[in-house]
């Protein structure tokens, strides 16, 4: 990941929830805000509502794959520890992950009370202990090559015993469009934006990937109509 992209979330605000009067619904809002999704739109109780219904039909996805029974989640790029603090609120389970912000690590471990979530680049996660679930939500487009990538995949496999999952996967098909199409919706997009570049993926090169591990995917996609990078991205699970 550039420099570029580690300042910004270095920037962002811990996360600490002392007052047990907010709904999981206001605390999830507030995380994914810090996470970056945090965009100027026109019902902010609407978007933040459907990134919170898809959260819940990823969960539903997970259960069906793994029928139910999921005893630990470790999330690559965890942010503020949104997608940790989620499953514990349905599962007894244990949690860990990373984050390359200490920033965000610091919120993680506020939210969850895990003390396995560590400060490091995905490229440095350990592939022991292992986890049911291992996952990376809106990360793999933050990397620097290709090959790194598939390095941080590969652990990701190695270090999962039933299902790993990548949300928010930019499609390599649509790489064009969306760039074509930021542009015209953001205000000097390529000044804004200078240094801050995006990886796009083939379903291709993940299925190969896949394949090499003996195992399956299957594709999910959004339907969130006000988050503008929805029509171009999709979520992938390995299992």
């Known amino acids: 990941m550039s420099n570029e992209w580690k300042s910004i979330w270095d920037k962002k605000a811990l996360v600490s929830f002392d007052d047990d009067s907010k709904t999981e619904f206001e605390k999830f809002s507030h995380m994914k805000k810090i996470n970056g999704f945090d965009v100027a739109v026109e019902n902010e109780s609407s978007y933040y509502e459907q990134f919170y219904n898809e959260w819940i039909s990823f969960y539903n996805t997970i259960m069906e794959i793994t029928h139910g029974d999921i005893n630990s989640v470790y999330e690559v790029g965890c942010g503020s520890g949104v997608n940790l603090y989620m499953f514990k609120q349905r599962l007894d389970c244990i949690v860990g992950g990373a984050d390359y912000s200490q920033a965000m690590v610091t919120s993680a471990q506020s939210v969850t009370g895990s003390k396995d979530i560590k400060c490091c680049g995905a490229n440095e996660i350990e592939v022991s ?33 039933k299902v790993v999952y990548l949300g928010e996967v930019h499609d390599k098909q649509y790489e064009e469009e969306l760039m074509e199409y930021r542009r015209k919706t953001i205000k000097d997009y390529d000044e804004k934006y200078k240094g801050l570049s995006k990886m796009f993926y083939d379903k291709e090169w993940l299925e190969s990937i ?9 594709y999910t996609y959004f339907d969130n109509k006000e988050y503008i990078n929805g029509k171009y991205i999709f979520n992938c699970y390995i299992y």
Request: charged letters at 25%; proline letters at 2%.
């Open 210 to 218: 896949a394949s090499s591990y003996g195992k399956k995917i299957k």
């Open 129 to 161: 202990p292992k986890y049911d679930l291992v996952m990376a939500e809106s990360v793999f487009q933050y990397f620097e090559s290709i090959q790194y990538a598939k390095n941080v995949l590969c652990m990701m496999i190695e270090k999962s015993n």
